[in-house]
């Protein structure tokens, strides 16, 4: 038998790369990791982590406003951008050391260095030849720019959080995660923000009333929204930018930033040479086990182009180290991920959404209620949550839940395991609420929306 300098080579310390190294170790199998950037990839350095602090930063201008209508004095703090920057970087510091430890104290290989792959079981970092019985590529992806003139003026997410100071106005073009948590943490940092899209609502994908209700709250945080717009053109203005839209207009800014989606990546990888079928997006082509089409090369994670999110990372790497390491075969579950936008408010959902249900399985029963939530009787805010559920009418099974409002990502995460559950309507019904919270609207909701009206009788 074939004697390699590893059972597994993984390509990439992100989320996915250290879960898979982790995981198979403790299954004994001999690993190295390789990367030549900071440990803990796009989500601890330049994704979900800073961007959540960044969120957290920028809600406390609605914070101490809100103060004032429970008997507080009007406070008018300044905030330092250059004191935030730096707290998250000693943050990241913090978290690349842990994931050090972890590699390290499970007996991984850590390799410093770019990697290429030169065969179905060789590969070379920085010059040096290593040998493996399998490959696992994690190497996830980076900000996709449009082509338009002028494009390289713009920034993408991995600038946004070292900017050198906060600017004065930013132009987000995009609809997606990225677009909406930005437009979110400039805005509530008091940078004159303006939301560029080109659909009529942002967060195509998600259900409708879902997406109608964030533009909505959004318009209110004092973000300017250009919906149904996209920019054709960049070119420098004085210090600032002038971007150019198809409706034939301009909008001055100091910083325009793209949030236009993310590509996959492997280029350079030699994945191609060594056989490695490639999607058309870039992405690794794999089957339910994270296998590419050469039997020793798995791929896992963003570089997939599957379902984008760390926690899916995660567990198509613990799926590949049971499957091959501890003689376990177990497909990967993209069923029911519940997901969030932490965009102001946050928007939270699992399972269907009510296009996708009446599709499925026809028949659907709709939920839906909209509230001041109690915070907001006193702050005077004027913010609304939108709670919705989606329910197979044959069954009663609960198909979906979706929110738009504050903690709903704390929220759904608990209806996530119901939805994964099987859970019917009746055993939401029957289950007693948390009172006064806005979770317990999931288990109070008695009243379905009248069906909707069949075209052809409109
Ligand atoms: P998304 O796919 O979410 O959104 C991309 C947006 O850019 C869409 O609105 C899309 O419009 C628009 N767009 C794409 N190409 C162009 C173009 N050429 N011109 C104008 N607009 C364009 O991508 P993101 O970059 O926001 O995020 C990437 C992924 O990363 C997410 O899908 C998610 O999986 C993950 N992520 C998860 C987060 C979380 O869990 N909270 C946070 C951030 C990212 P259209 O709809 O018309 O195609």
Redesign the pocket.
Known sequence: MATYDFDLFVIGAGSGGVRASRWAARYGAKVAVADDDRLGGTCVNR??IP?KLYAYASHFHEDFEDAVGFGWDKAAPKFDWSRLVAAKEKEITRLNGIYAKLLDGSGVARIDGRVTVEGPHEVKVSGKAYTARTILVATGGH??R?EIPGAELGIVSDDAFDLPKLPKRIVI???????L?FAGIFAGLGVETTLV???TL?L?GFDEDVRKHVAAEIAKKGIAVRAGV??TKLERKGSGMLAHTTANDTIEADIVMF????EPNTKGLGLEKAGVKLGKNGEVVVDEYSRSSVESIYAIGDVTDR???TPVALHEAMCMAETLFNNNPTKVDHADVA????SQPTVSVVGLTEEEARKRVGRVDIYRTSFKPLKHTLSGRDERTMMKMVVDAASGRVLGCHMVGEDAAEIIQGMAIAVKMGATKADFDRTIGIHPTAAEEFVTLRDKMPDPVPKAAE
Not at 259 to 262: I, K
Not at 339 to 342: D, K, M, Q, R
């Open positions: 994704g979900c961007k900000p996709h449009p073009l995009g609809g997606g995660y990225i677009a948590e899209y080109r659909q942002p195509r996209n920019l949030a236009t989606g993310r379902i984008a999110l997901a969030a936008v932490f």
